[in-house]
């Protein structure tokens, strides 16, 4: 809670779009002693600059934490307090229940709640450029995976209609393997006509001999022309197929040079042996990890913060004799869907992640609940680490564990090898 909030004599409030942004100022009591709207350039911003130098050092409050606008306050060395889009809508609603919206009054309702309720906020921290770069690099890498996953899906659409036959030969197209078969086979009467010797060569090639597979995949491509599309069919859809292979191929060597710079990064940052000693990250999830847990110890001053951000606590609800927990939505997705693939990794490297991860299955937990669950013990951990700036050590932990008397001691020993029927 900020205590000094009584100090500040005026109140800024900015709402954001994409080439412009209006400004309202307000005094103590509520007052609006300035409004004006500058565009979002350079001009507009030196604009920007020059009016506000008589409110120089006010709180100023908008609906985004990220974006253009966060990074020029943040630049200029204001104090920034993002709002949940959702609670700025309750803002607005409070000062106009007719539903009257436009930017002025959006502006001012989001002003006039930073001065009467921001003392409860938090302000935005600005984070070092080592995790600044890593955060970016890390969402422009899920951002291009996921590109990567609508692309597979259209390339699957397209092969449904005229090459049922590859879609049998194998299961994951997100592997350059499978797309190069359609680049080298684009349709399902090139590969029967191919023979068997192409055949084996390409699994060959692609180390995809096994002896469990092979003689299957090889009695498909024997019958890949069974079930023939027509003309026009075939015709349209394998030039779709061969243009998604193509861009799905320029893709993946983009991923892989984001990998590298993310790798780079992440060893080049000071925290990186304390999220790199965290059992079943990897080098993909450590950064990811790294990068939105950020590196201020501020941000989060007990370990709760830190699993409310990451949407592992749970939210409650009570009313009258209904008294019980949901998900927490409202929280950081990347972070969350982060923690849920790392507990789910970590239970294949630590005996204590699959011994808690089985008890809480045993208990009639569903998957994803028993690893919001195991993803809370663990971010517990990882706060503790974080602020001391320690590495994972699992002798240490398994101490910890005993003298707090954990039950999960006793289930190691018990818990199976193989995780249980999900």
């Known amino acids: 809670m900020n205590t000094d909030w009584n100090q500040h004599t005026h109140f800024v409030a900015l709402d954001w779009a994409q080439d412009h942004h209006d400004i309202v100022v307000i005094d103590r009591l509520g007052a609006i002693v300035a409004e004006f709207r500058f565009a979002h350039s350079a001009t507009g911003w030196e604009e920007f600059s020059e009016k506000m130098k008589p409110y120089a050092g006010a709180p100023i409050a908008l609906e985004t934490s ?85 692309l597979v899906n259209q390339l699957l659409a397209a092969l449904h209609e005229y090459y049922p036959a590859a879609l049998e030969a194998f299961e994951d197209w997100t592997q350059p393997y499978a797309w190069e078969l359609i680049q080298r086979f684009p349709t399902a009467a090139m590969l029967q006509n191919a023979g068997k010797r192409k055949w084996e060569n390409f699994l060959h090639q692609h180390r995809l001999w096994h002896p469990s597979t092979a003689p299957r995949r090889l009695e498909i491509f024997a019958q890949a022309n069974a079930l023939r599309a027509s003309a026009p069919v075939v015709a349209a859809k394998s030039l779709l197929a061969t243009s998604l292979v193509k861009v799905l191929q320029v893709l993946e060597r983009q991923l892989e040079e984001y990998r590298k710079r993310i790798q780079q990064t992440f060893r080049q940052h000071p925290d990186h042996e304390i999220f790199g000693s965290l059992p079943g990250a990897g080098e993909k999830l450590a950064p990811r990890l790294l990068g939105e847990i950020g590196s201020a110890r501020e941000v989060y001053p ?66 994803a609940a028993a690893l919001r669950c195991l993803g809370k013990r663990w971010l517990k951990v990882l706060w503790r680490m974080w602020q001391d700036r320690q590495s994972y050590n699992s002798s240490v932990h398994e101490r910890s564990l005993r003298d707090h008397g954990s039950w999960v001691l006793g289930c190691i020993q018990n818990c199976a090898t193989d995780s249980p029927t999900l």
Not at 71 to 84: A, E, T
Not at 351 to 356: F, G, K, N
């Open 66 to 150: 990220s974006g253009p606008a966060v990074d020029q306050l943040l630049q200029r060395g204001w104090s920034v307090y993002p709002v949940n889009p959702k609670a700025a809508e309750r803002y607005r609603e409070r000062k106009s229940p007719s539903g009257n919206k436009a930017d002025r009054p959006d502006a001012w309702s989001l002003a006039d709640a930073l001065r009467t309720d921001g003392h409860a906020w938090r302000k935005l921290v600005a984070q070092d450029e080592a995790t600044a770069v890593l955060r970016a690099l890390c969402r422009d890498e899920i951002a291009l995976i996921e590109q990567r996953t609508l």
């Open 302 to 367: 007990d370990p709760d913060a830190l699993c409310c951000q990451a949407g592992a606590s749970p939210v409650r609800y009570q009313s009258g004799k209904l008294d019980k927990a949901r998900i927490r939505w409202a929280c950081n997705t990347v972070l969350r869907y982060t923690v849920h693939l790392w507990a789910n990794g970590s239970r294949k490297k630590s005996p204590w992640a699959q011994a808690y991860y089985a008890r809480k299955r045993q208990d009639g937990m569903s998957h």
